[in-house]
């Protein structure tokens, strides 16, 4: 009998382990790549892959944008870990202390779409009028703002305003905005995670985060739309247009970030935890050592 290659044994064993731990799954449609970007699910780009309702653009020149109410914004990175994006904020009008959206007033996230700002934001207003003192935010002398004006040319035109002021974005008055206007301040820009101590040189480029809520299970007409061995189409009790999802079943759970229905994992210890994947790995090397001493005899 002819013997088996050693580089086959070692492939079966891993199939056979691989086989012993992998989840009973099966993903959302996913979206194909915008360019060389990967689009992570929820996200959509088009109606027929991922979340329709995480809806995002892939332009003709392969850039990634995020749509507001009145506006479009380049996308910068995604985290889909974290359920994150960073888009890229407006630009200062050449010489002028005025972003290029204030004609739309700034950034407006639609609130009934599963966006919003987060509070890792840290928002520069510039050119602000004296209604902004009677604002939370800090407008003082020794507001970051002024730090950013000083050392970073562009804005430097703002020394010219009434006043700046620096705050935290994702409260309740901003997870959906950040404004420019007339009444108000005519330029801002925002960094992420930025930690004040730092230089401006230092600073992380100007970026604005939005996190999305975890989606829902698929939307479904009928059974045809889910995989039978997974879920079932069923309605959605929190429904009041009675809507349909494709819920999990036989003991599997949703996974929001991969969009799949899947083994509940409880077990964190990569050896195995004492059951049928420690047992189907000890067995898998047994064999492995049989046949290795059935070749070398």
Request: charged residues 15%; hydrophobic residues 30%; glycine residues 6%.
């Amino acid at each position: 009998m002819e013997a088996t290659p050693p580089t086959l044994l070692l492939f079966l064993l891993s199939s056979l382990i691989f086989l012993s731990r992998a989840p009973h799954v099966t993903p959302a449609t996913p979206c194909p790549p915008c360019g060389r970007t990967t689009v992570p699910f929820p996200l959509s780009t088009t109606p027929t892959c991922g979340d329709p309702a995480y809806k995002i653009r892939c332009t003709a020149s392969n850039t990634l944008v995020f749509d507001t109410l009145n506006n479009s914004y380049p996308i910068e990175s995604i985290n889909p870990k974290s359920q994150r994006l960073v888009i890229r904020p407006a630009a200062l009008v050449t010489n002028t202390c005025v972003t290029t959206d204030k004609i739309h007033q700034g950034i407006q996230l639609n609130n009934t779409l599963p966006f919003n700002i987060t509070s890792s934001n840290t928002i520069v207003y510039l050119n602000c009028t004296k209604e902004l003192l009677l604002s939370p935010l800090n407008c003082t002398s020794s507001s970051l703002c002024h730090t950013y004006i000083n050392a970073t040319a562009s804005a430097s035109v703002c020394n010219n305003g009434p006043l700046c002021c620096t705050f935290r974005a994702g409260g309740s008055s901003n997870s959906y905005m950040i404004r420019v206007r007339d009444v108000g301040c005519s330029a801002y820009s925002s960094f992420v995670n930025l930690n004040p101590v730092l230089p401006v040189n230092r600073w992380p480029q100007p970026g604005l985060e939005i996190q999305w809520q975890s989606p829902r299970e698929t939307v479904c007409a009928s059974q045809k739309d889910c995989d039978s061995a997974t879920s079932a189409c069923g309605p959605d009790p929190t429904s009041e247009s009675g809507i349909k999802r494709c819920f999990c079943i036989n003991d599997l759970v949703w996974d929001p970030i991969n969009g799949v229905c899947a083994k509940k994992v409880t077990c964190q210890d990569p050896n195995g935890c004492g059951g049928t994947d420690r047992t189907a790995l000890i067995a898998g090397i047994d064999v492995l050592h049989k046949l290795q001493s059935e070749m070398s005899s």
